[in-house]
T-cell receptor, first 114, second 115 residues
Framework: GNSVTQMEGPVTLSEEAFLTINCTYTATGYPSLFWYVQYPGEGLQLLLKATKADDKGSNKGFEATYRKETTSFHLEKGSVQVSDSAVYFC?????????????FGKGMKLTVNP | NAGVTQTPKFQVLKTGQSMTLQCAQD?????MSWYRQDPGMGLRLIHY???????DQGEVPNGYNVSRSTTEDFPLRLLSAAPSQTSVYFC??????????????FGDGTRLSIL
């Protein structure tokens, strides 16, 4: 079945540091890929998505590129801020299942210190 | 703009009690899902629905029941609560999309403790 493997952390960075969170997946065909963010005490929010190979999703300075050849969807940000402290989840849906069935990685907690 | 609304936000139960977690969405989304979030486990799918009157099991359905009588509501029932069901529960909804390309929208969660 489909699965997602991501860095688990926790990770602590200083403000303005570079961030990479690795995410690889296993799926047949071409799934859709997502990054969700969970701020303390809140639900998950969509951060960005990509629905086909070589697509780049971007939002709030974060970027991730759908790499079919390496089955990866790594999240990057050039300069993190204290407000980026949160838990980050990589997830996929489809192609056999629809968007009602997300498969998540275990999440990575990021703390950014001033 | 309410989105996905879950009630209650917190609940404490005794082993063997039953309860219903409520979920409502106002976006006219076809799909709705329930997940549980446990430390170190990410989110796991409990049950899902692709439309009113249609439900199916996810990865961890045992001990839970769902129904979908309207597009807006998707309650989750715990039949006989067990300590292993202590978790944070999230409801999500999404539009029907091709090849799963529509993102899910999440509620704020229900934190449930079973004593």
């Amino acid at each position: 079945g489909n699965s997602v493997t991501q860095m688990e952390g926790p990770v602590t960075l200083s403000e303005e540091a570079f961030l990479t969170i690795n995410c690889t997946y296993t799926a047949t065909g071409y799934p859709s890929l997502f990054w969700y963010v969970q701020y303390p005490g809140e639900g998950l929010q969509l951060l960005l998505k990509a629905t086909k190979a070589d697509d780049k999703g971007s939002n709030k300075g974060f970027e991730a590129t759908y790499r079919k050849e390496t089955t990866s969807f790594h999240l990057e940000k050039g300069s993190v801020q204290v407000s980026d402290s949160a838990v980050y989840f990589c997830a996929l849906s489809g192609p056999q299942g629809g968007s009602e069935k997300l498969v998540f990685g275990k999440g990575m907690k990021l703390t950014v210190n001033p | 703009n309410a989105g996905v609304t879950q009630t209650p936000k917190f609940q404490v139960l005794k082993t063997g009690q039953s309860m219903t977690l409520q979920c409502a969405q106002d976006m006219n989304h076809e799909y709705m899902s329930w997940y549980r979030q446990d430390p170190g486990m990410g989110l796991r799918l409990i049950h899902y629905s692709v439309g009113a009157g249609i439900t199916d099991q996810g990865e961890v359905p045992n001990g839970y029941n769902v129904s979908r009588s309207t597009t807006e509501d998707f309650p989750l029932r715990l039949l006989s609560a067990a300590p292993s069901q202590t978790s944070v529960y999230f409801c999500a909804s999404s539009r029907a999309g091709r090849w799963g390309n529509q993102p899910q929208h999440f509620g704020d969660g229900t934190r449930l403790s079973i004593l």
